[in-house]
């Protein structure tokens, strides 16, 4: 027995992950002469769901009606697929006036184990901070003292006739809120359409804005601040109820939706007989988060449970409130200008170029250590962006786009000049067992996968059999920030590529040393450091085109400026000597030559590996353009380095058309 539509519901037959919900196939047939036996399938009471239950009754297949889940997506229908679909047999969860799947799962009696996993729901919502929709910020500005919220909802909304309700019962709500709450002021939340004129509410806000002791507010914003710190919440059937439940609050209603009537709201309408008994908050979650909806897994598109999608949500909210609504991005060059918008989603960001005004009193977004505008604010905030530690597929010179970058508000982690905010989370933070087991996995599986930050080159190397000690020697591009900032000149004798190579002969006559040039340089998108030719004078081998992680592998110690093969080398377990203050150095974990007097705290590798890899960079998936964890770019990474061949000739012919030179 399959699910079928007719030809006429186009949305949903054009809906490609809908059999993945559903788990079989869709059918399309016309409708007049429909297959015997197939599930119908509708949405909601819309005119495909009336059709889906006309043809099952017509031929006796049964239906499903569906709907978005209470848990949906990032951002709304119009941006995102659905995350959660809710697949119902007996009605629709929003039909007070049936019974529901969704009534019955409520209803019935469940073991310790799902009540102890209701519970732990509810507490992840709250530290999620998540809602059904999850793209707006926060609302910022100062809540009254005290206050009840009054939730509007958009004019001819099915779920306020079919919750058993009407105008009337909005102007109640409001006179409720008004009279049993004293002392308190009365938040009304008008819909952003409504006050934009789009839709029409129930509400005359210029009559509201004249009421004594309410206060309206118009704006999109994400609904968590607001559930969180009001004394009650008002609704008619909005989802916000539900919400306010998982916050603990209490909720008054004023129509029958699937949430009142089971003992934990204050409901002006009586409950349907026989269908809703007293219930525990603990049942309820688990009914409508984990029994009724069925999920499909952000990233990788198959079924899942509700914690992951929930997960995922709360990432993207973590991540989407860090800085300020607006932020300005300071000389940036048009290829990197998407990049940018996607690794600070959450917030607008406006491109400003180099020589035009910079906006009054705008917060700042730049690349590394690119001069700052002038006469920038002293009280702007600055965000500094740069290339994390698991990049790419490729060179960024190559303008290969990265799957990792930093953000800093506090310097950058190669600048060993001033902190940063890698290292105040190293030098401060708190690395507790699950997050080391994390680090410690993550690690292993870098090693595994013979992943580096950039993943280039091919061929093999053999270590030579007469070698006892073999010393690599990576080089880096001698006019990078990493090492003007890094090395800094009169902390740090050694400064470029071959008086790294020289200290290393020097201090190790009789190791086997190798010399590896850096990638970029190798392409030509780089220059050649001083005297670089000339390698071989003081070293025994130089490599071209192996890759790093091929390298690292068959050698004894790294020694570096402040390259990060030399955290790649301490990942694999090698002995690394640094000549430069890298971010990884003055841990206990290396040699170093110029200590940082800044760095007293001694680390295990895996508390390094936590908070260079886990708890500093941004990740974002190639696949959904959302944050994502890095064990999930670590699984695309490899799926990329699978698939990935020759550069384009695209990119290899307009590089420098598109703005390589602004980095």
């Not at 688990?286 to 990432?315: D, I, K, M, N």
Request: proline share 5%.
């Amino acid at each position: 027995m399959g699910f079928a539509v007719t030809f006429l519901d186009y949305g949903l037959w054009l809906n490609k992950s809908l059999s993945r919900f559903l788990g079989e196939r869709l059918v399309v047939d016309s409708g007049i002469f429909p297959a015997k036996n197939s599930i119908r399938v509708g949405w909601g009471l819309k005119p495909s769901g009336l059709r889906a239950r006309k043809l099952a009754k017509r031929s006796g297949g049964g239906f499903r009606l569906l709907e978005d889940g209470f848990l949906r997506s990032v951002g709304l229908g119009s941006q995102d697929a659905s995350l959660a679909v809710v697949i119902d047999d007996l009605g629709i969860y929003y039909d007070a006036s049936n019974p529901s799947r969704l009534e019955v799962l409520i209803s019935a009696e469940v073991g310790g184990r799902e009540l102890s996993r209701g519970a732990l729901l509810l507490k992840r919502w709250r530290e999620g901070r998540v809602s059904k929709y999850n793209h707006l910020p926060e609302f910022a500005e100062r809540l009254p003292e005290r206050y009840v919220l009054v939730v509007d909802q958009t004019y001819g909304d099915a779920s306020i006739r079919h919750g058993l309700a009407d105008e009337n019962s909005f102007t109640c709500m409001l006179d409720s809120a008004l009279a049993e709450n004293p002392e308190c002021t009365v938040l009304v939340k008008i819909h952003p359409d409504v006050f934009a004129g789009k839709k029409r509410g129930h509400f005359d806000v210029s009559s509201l804005s004249l009421r004594a002791r309410v206060i309206v507010l118009a704006k999109d914003v994400h609904p968590v601040r607001l559930l969180e710190h009001a004394e009650a919440i008002y609704v008619v059937t909005s989802q916000m109820g539900f919400e306010g439940l998982l916050w603990g609050k209490r909720v008054r209603t004023f129509g029958m939706p699937f949430y009142a009537g089971w003992g934990l709201t204050e409901d002006s309408l009586p409950r349907p007989e026989r269908r809703r008994t007293d219930v525990c908050l603990e049942r309820l979650a688990y009914a409508a988060l984990v029994a009724y909806p069925r999920y499909l897994h952000p990233e990788s598109g198959v079924t899942c449970e509700v914690e992951e999608v929930l997960e995922f949500l709360a990432l993207q909210r973590r991540m989407r409130e860090r800085f300020s609504r607006r932020l300005y991005a300071y000389d940036f060059s048009r290829w990197k200008e998407p990049i940018v918008r996607d690794f600070l989603q959450g917030s607008e960001v406006r491109f400003v170029a180099q020589g035009d005004p910079f906006p009054v009193g705008g917060d700042c977004v730049v690349w590394g250590k690119k001069p700052l505008p002038e006469k920038l604010s002293s009280s702007a905030r600055v965000v500094r962006l740069e290339d994390g530690f698991l990049r790419s597929v490729g060179l960024g010179a190559d303008l290969i786009r990265p799957m990792s970058w930093v953000t800093d508000e506090s310097g950058i982690y190669y600048d060993a000049t001033q902190t940063s905010d890698l290292e105040k989370i190293l030098q401060e933070g708190r690395f507790d067992p699950d997050l080391l087991k994390r680090a410690q996995a993550l690690r292993e599986r870098i090693v595994a996968s013979g992943l580096t930050k950039y993943n280039v080159g091919a061929g093999g190397w053999l270590r030579p059999a007469t070698a006892d000690r073999v010393i690599l020697v990576p080089g880096q591009v001698e006019s990078d920030a990493s090492i003007a900032y890094g090395a800094p000149e009169g902390v740090c004798s050694v400064r470029r590529n071959m008086e790294l190579l020289q200290a290393v002969r020097m201090a190790n006559p009789n190791a086997y040393v190798i010399y590896k040039p850096h990638p970029d340089v190798l392409a030509g998108l780089r220059a050649q450091g001083i005297n670089e030719d000339a390698a071989l004078q003081w070293c025994d081998e130089q490599v071209i085109d192996i890759p790093m992680n091929e390298m690292l592998g068959k050698v004894d110690e790294v020694h570096v400026i402040t390259s990060l093969a030399g955290f790649e080398g301490l990942l694999r377990g090698k002995k690394v000597t640094c000549y430069g203050q890298p971010f990884y150095a003055g841990w206990g974990l290396t040699t170093d030559v110029a200590a940082v007097a800044r760095r007293t705290r001694s680390l295990s590798l895996d508390e390094l590996v936590a908070g260079a890899l886990i708890l500093y960079p941004t990740y974002v998936s190639r696949k959904t353009g959302r944050f994502t964890s890095p064990e999930r770019a670590l699984d695309e990474l490899l799926a990329w380095l699978s698939e990935s061949g020759e550069l384009p000739l695209w990119r290899k012919l307009f590089r420098f058309v598109l703005g390589l030179n602004k980095r």
